[in-house]
């Protein structure tokens, strides 16, 4: 079993930059890829990015190609999502999930085996 938590989240205008962490507990980190979705008012959960579980292997869905980066440190068992350039419509709830594996995961739900509760990001415009 593996647990995460959400941090980071928060208001700040477009064109501003938020740093997102989740924490991991319980099973071994570097054992799992993880990834980066988030869930807008009325709309599904989307893939935002997905890193392998050395870190080496990252990939970001289009909409945010250029403006957030994944990174994560085994070391301290977290996961991170830096954003720039932030727009209104990346407005939703941010959650970490974990990939049993070590191979980068896709951006299908169905592959992740672990969830955070998630953090909200607003971006006024």
């Known amino acids: 079993q593996v647990q995460l938590v959400e941090s980071g989240g928060g208001l700040v205008q477009a064109g501003g930059s938020l740093r997102l962490s989740c924490a991991a507990s319980?099973?071994?980190?570097?054992?799992?890829?993880m990834a980066w979705f988030r869930q807008a008012p009325g709309k599904e959960r989307e893939f935002v990015a997905a890193?392998?579980?050395?870190?080496?292997?990252?990939y970001n869905a289009d909409s945010v190609k250029g403006r957030f980066t994944i990174s994560r440190d085994n070391a301290k068992n977290t996961v991170h999502l830096q954003m720039d350039s932030l727009k209104p419509e990346d407005t939703a709830v941010y959650y970490c999930?974990?990939?049993?594996?070590?191979?980068?995961?896709?951006?299908?739900?169905?592959?992740?085996?672990?969830w955070g509760q998630g953090t909200q990001v607003t971006v006024s415009s």
């Open positions: 319980g099973r071994t980190f570097s054992n799992y890829a």
């Open positions: 890193i392998s579980w050395t870190g080496s292997n990252t």
């Open positions: 999930a974990a990939r049993r594996g070590r191979a980068i995961g896709g951006g299908t739900l169905g592959e992740y085996d672990y």
